[in-house]
């Protein structure tokens, strides 16, 4: 299922003064069960831009479109996944992963056996009588995972998921996620602000542009997985994301570069 982002453009109006773009004509397309990151400066419309695609926030101009069909609202179609986990304390693990299928009218028993079978996938099957509290902060992070998946998206949009964790255990999602979506084959579209998690876990990385965010260029990043990442060919895309990160401006003419060229 093909996700096309159209000249999306936003603006955030301001009382009194011109209203503060953004984001500005990004066009993206991104092809089914492609793993893609999202960079840039802080406050260049990363977040803003996965809110809209999810249907949290209208663009101002623009469109998106699954399958050729226009987005204007939240899809059962895509899920996302926010770094504050978004557990709900009074319910059980199990209870939330169902919460999704629930909202969607699916019987009791189906749902609890689609959650447990998601919980198995992320390892937490023995833990599903667990109340987020008693969990740790990458636990609860599967959970979430978990739950996104529950209702079977066809995309999944993750707005820094592992950004508060220790190095440790984001290492050690990073690695589980990549498993997951070789197991699931879903579409991802993953923001975050770390140039090593975006080469590690990547296909493309879309850099932004300081605000208003427009695509500065659009890296490839053709590893093999599972990936080194003390390979000369990793650091050489890494450095080339930083530099394009530290650099100021608009945006190149050419939006892609292969790795063996840099």
């Known amino acids: 299922m093909t ?45 803003t831009l996965l809110r809209i695609v999810a249907g949290l926030e209208e663009a101002t101009t623009g ?22 986990y978004s557990l709900y304390p ?19 028993h189906p749902a609890r056996e689609a959650a447990m079978k998601y919980l198995h996938l992320v390892g937490l099957d023995a833990f599903a009588d667990r ?25 999944l949009l993750m707005d820094e998921p592992f950004g508060a964790l220790d190095a440790q255990t984001r290492n050690m999602l990073q690695k589980e996620l990549l498993e997951i979506w070789e197991k699931t084959k879903k579409t991802v579209l993953f923001v975050t602000h770390s140039v090593d998690e975006a080469v590690y876990l990547s296909d493309r990385i879309v850099v932004l542009t300081e605000r208003p965010g427009r695509i500065r260029e659009i890296v490839d990043s053709p590893l ?15 450095r080339h994301v930083l530099d394009l990160i530290s650099e100021s401006g608009q945006p190149k003419e050419d939006l892609r570069v292969h790795p063996a060229s840099l």
Do not use: H
Request: contains cysteine; aromatic residues 6%; glycine residues 8%.
């Open 63 to 84: 469109s998106i479109e699954l399958n050729g069909e226009v987005v204007d609202r939240r899809s059962s179609k895509m899920a996302m996944i926010f770094q504050e």
């Open 131 to 155: 109340y987020p509290y008693e969990l740790s902060g990458g636990m609860r992070q599967r959970v979430a995972v978990a739950r996104a998946l529950a209702i079977e998206p066809e995309i």
């Open 3 to 47: 996700l096309e982002i159209r000249n999306l453009v936003k603006e955030f109006p301001v009382p009194g003064q011109e209203p503060i773009r953004a984001l500005s004509g990004i066009s993206l397309s991104l092809p089914p069960q492609e793993f893609v990151s999202v960079l840039g400066p802080s406050g260049c419309g990363k977040t």
């Open 224 to 238: 093999p997985r599972p990936r080194d990442r003390t390979s000369p060919e990793f650091a050489r895309i890494r």
């Open 90 to 108: 009074w319910r059980t693990v199990l209870d939330n992963v169902t919460f999704g299928l629930e909202m969607q009218s699916v019987g009791k």
